[in-house]
Antibody
Framework: EVQLVESGGGLVQPGGSLRLSCAAS????????MSWVRQAPGTGLEWVAN????????YYVDSVKGRFTISRDNAKNSLYLQMNSLRAEDTAVYYC??????????????WGQGTLVTVSS | DVQMTQSPSSLSASVGDRVTITCRAS??????LNWYQQKSEKAPKLLIY???ILQSGVPSRFSGSGSGTDFTLTISSLQPEDFATYYC?????????FGGGTKVEIK
């Protein structure tokens, strides 16, 4: 059974840093792209970042470029999101997600339970 | 970036109604379009992928159609458990984007 378990959320002051982790199990982690998706309170879903299987390709939404870094450790079956220079608008539940593929179409059929990040003084 | 526009943003419907939600992409995305259901800000659940393929375990009252820029999610007969928020998402671009969501409420 595929499981994704996020950790590392919490309360942080504006300008501060936080590192989210996602522990993956139930599949061969090194074979899959991985992603982070977030949801600010009362709003919709926003894709944050993707990382290729070997970490060679990383992609970000414009609003976090230069502040967030996605990474992975395939030996530990873990995905990370290092968040620096945090802003109030980064307050959200952050989900770790794993895509599957059908004829080149990627889709998220596995999601973690989410971890809440609150940026506030 | 590919922008995804969903409509309506909310709707009220009764049990048994046929409900249609549309999603429009700012450029052609072929069939790289997925639909998700979310309840009470729990993790989203995949309903439809590649525009029209029903995810395993999802009731057949859900269907998806479209290609290019215009897509539709249809619920043929709304059930009490279907009251939720629905999102489209494109995966044509490496920079993924979601629609703004459609909240389906009880009439």
């Amino acid at each position: 059974e595929v499981q994704l378990v996020e950790s590392g959320g919490g309360l942080v002051q504006p300008g501060g840093s936080l590192r989210l982790s996602c522990a993956a199990s139930g599949f061969t982690f090194s074979n899959y792209w991985m992603s982070w998706v977030r949801q600010a309170p009362g709003t919709g879903l926003e894709w944050v970042a993707n990382i290729k299987q070997d970490g060679s390709g990383k992609y970000y939404v414009d609003s976090v470029k230069g502040r967030f870094t996605i990474s992975r450790d395939n030996a530990k079956n873990s995905l990370y999101l290092q968040m620096n220079s945090l802003r109030a608008e980064d307050t959200a539940v952050y989900y770790c997600t794993r895509p599957s593929w059908y004829l080149g179409v990627g889709y998220f059929n596995y999601w973690g339970q989410g971890t809440l990040v609150t940026v506030s003084s | 970036d590919v922008q995804m526009t969903q409509s309506p943003s909310s709707l009220s419907a009764s049990v048994g109604d046929r409900v249609t939600i549309t999603c429009r992409a700012s450029q052609s995305i072929s069939s790289h379009l997925n639909w998700y259901q979310q309840k009470s800000e729990k993790a989203p659940k995949l309903l439809i992928y590649a525009a029209s393929i029903l995810q395993s375990g999802v009731p057949s009252r859900f269907s998806g159609s479209g290609s290019g820029t215009d897509f539709t999610l249809t619920i043929s007969s709304l059930q009490p458990e279907d009251f939720a928020t629905y999102y489209c998402q494109q995966s044509f671009s490496t920079l993924l984007t979601f629609g703004g969501g459609t909240k389906v409420e009880i009439k």
